[in-house]
């Protein structure tokens, strides 16, 4: 995954449970320094302080994950926590398959440059030299481009959920790449920012399947997967398909339990991998072996990407490339309903962490670190106080306007791009969203923000705890035109004022 109901419970996950922490108080009080990148304790305490990290997903009747480590290409550790299918009481083992969400990247990345390689393309192609459907906006958009995240293409999830679009519906690549080719704006000039867009990621598998003549589920399997034995892998294109060993997926509630979520959405490319640990840690040694694709293309891969003005990006082509506590660590993150994902590697020391959960809180990057702490802390530079993430801070404004002060705000605005009608109206001295697309399920589903928004001043609203916000435009007369929406991964959507009711 990308549905902006959810992104306030998103950023809270930032606030990693005390217990995934507590790995490391047992490693202050058990290790001392290793020259060898081992933690110097016998097997047990080391299975211990990692059993510990997943400690909170033991409880009866939750949904959990499985976790793989693997050194020097074989697994030395391996272990399923919690329950693949709670209505089935179905345990997690390291053979549970799970969507992988955006740690897919890295498959269509390689893919990519799969073709490259056997001549059919260039990363510095013109995007719209195999997606014409695209507008021209004036600048050249590369392929390259949609690798590295600097298209300033709009995210067509976000744009999805912002037309109104359930989770539960089924859409494929028409309906994706309409939506993007609707958009009359980019977020940014091409190569002049970084912005994770998962339409870039989209437009590669469409690209994929007009160059070679297959899906991307095709190419994958048949250049990327079956060549490196991977048999529990591959990208799921069809929601109908029965996949044995697969997990299904979940959100906790907030009065306790769990409800499922699970995402119909058929397009490939920015996600929809499915596979478990073992089958993952085949792929991620092949960063060592280079049987598939060769030492030169894992690489290019591998290569950080730069902004024109030559800014260094910590993003490479479907993975990011930076330090861990002075280790060079590669890693891609995932989240798709409620499934979560995290591959880390740490190239210099041959050493792999899959963490695949089935949970929407689950933060299997935390954990994943957290298993990286416990086997290689003797090479580590020791943790700053403020490392490990910190919680993400919107600005909101506190500030409230009169009714006079709201009145003309209220009434039916409509975006062309988006193909959809937003309807305002004024409670007392608030503004809330009340209808999407002429109906209110939308909100009340909590798929678009009914909360109030609250003013900024200068006829901006921001919504409360969530990175979105309304830039309402007059005429020059005073009446209210219509207002732009910037919602993180979409900004300047244009709404403009109708006279339906």
Not at 8 to 19: A, F, L
Not at 343 to 368: I, M
Request: proline share 4%; net charge neutral; glycine share 10%.
């Amino acid at each position: 995954m990308v549905r902006l109901a959810r992104q306030k419970s998103r950023i809270n996950e930032v606030n990693v449970k005390r217990k995934i922490w507590s790995a490391a108080a047992i490693l202050t009080l058990l290790c001392g320094p290793s020259h060898t990148g081992a933690v110097g304790l016998p097997d047990d305490k080391v299975k211990a302080a990692v059993d510990e990290i997943f400690a909170d997903l033991a409880s009866p009747g939750s949904p959990g994950c499985a976790v793989a480590v693997a050194r020097d290409g074989k697994i030395i550790y391996e272990k399923g926590y919690g329950l693949a299918n709670i209505e089935e009481s179905v345990a997690i083992t390291p053979q549970t398959i799970f969507d992988i969400g955006s740690t897919s990247k890295q498959f269509t990345a390689a893919s990519i440059l799969l073709l490259e390689k056997q001549g059919k393309l260039s990363v510095n192609d013109d995007v719209r030299k195999y997606i014409p459907e695209l507008p021209d906006y004036g600048k050249k958009i590369t392929i390259l481009n949609l690798l590295n995240h600097t298209s300033g293409l709009r995210d067509y999830l976000e744009l999805m959920t912002l037309a109104g679009t359930n989770i539960d519906s089924v859409t494929d690549d028409d309906d994706a790449l309409k939506i993007i080719a609707r958009q009359k704006a980019l977020n940014f000039d091409p190569g002049s920012e970084w912005l994770y867009s998962n339409s870039g990621f989209f437009l590669l598998s469409v690209i994929v399947k007009r160059v070679s003549g297959k899906t991307l589920r095709e190419f994958a399997a048949e250049n990327i997967f079956q060549p490196l034995g991977m048999t529990q892998t591959q990208y799921r294109d069809d929601h109908t398909q029965l996949m044995p060993n697969r997990a299904l997926a979940y959100d906790a509630k907030d009065n306790h339990g769990y409800a499922l979520s699970v995402s119909y959405f058929e397009q490939t490319g920015d996600g929809a991998v499915h596979t478990s640990v073992e089958d993952i840690l085949k792929w991620d040694e092949n960063f060592y072996s280079s049987q598939v694709g060769g030492k030169a293309l894992l690489a290019e891969l591998q290569e950080n990407g730069h902004l024109n003005s030559g800014k260094k990006l910590d993003y490479a082509k479907g993975l990011f490339v930076h330090e861990y506590r002075g280790l060079p660590s590669v890693d891609h993150g995932g989240a798709w309903g409620g499934y979560r994902a995290q591959l880390l590697r740490f190239p210099e020391q041959h050493f792999s962490v899959a963490c695949l959960c089935n949970v929407g809180n689950a933060a299997p990057n935390k954990r994943a670190y957290r298993v990286a702490d416990v086997y290689l802390s003797g090479l580590m530079k020791s943790k700053a106080p403020e490392e490990g993430g910190r919680p993400l801070e919107l600005k909101t404004s506190s500030a409230t306007l009169s009714t006079d002060q709201l009145r003309g705000l209220d009434g039916n605005y409509y975006s062309q791009e988006l193909d959809v009608t937003y309807k305002l109206a004024v409670e007392g001295t608030t503004l809330k969203v009340k209808e999407i697309g002429g109906s209110s399920a939308f909100v009340k589903k909590g798929l678009l923000p009914s909360d109030s928004f609250s003013g900024a001043g200068n006829d901006v609203f921001q919504l409360l705890d969530l990175p979105l916000s309304l830039h309402f435009q007059r005429e020059p007369d005073g009446r209210i035109k219509g207002f732009l929406l910037d919602a993180g991964r979409v900004q300047g959507i244009f709404f403009s004022k109708t006279n339906k009711n």
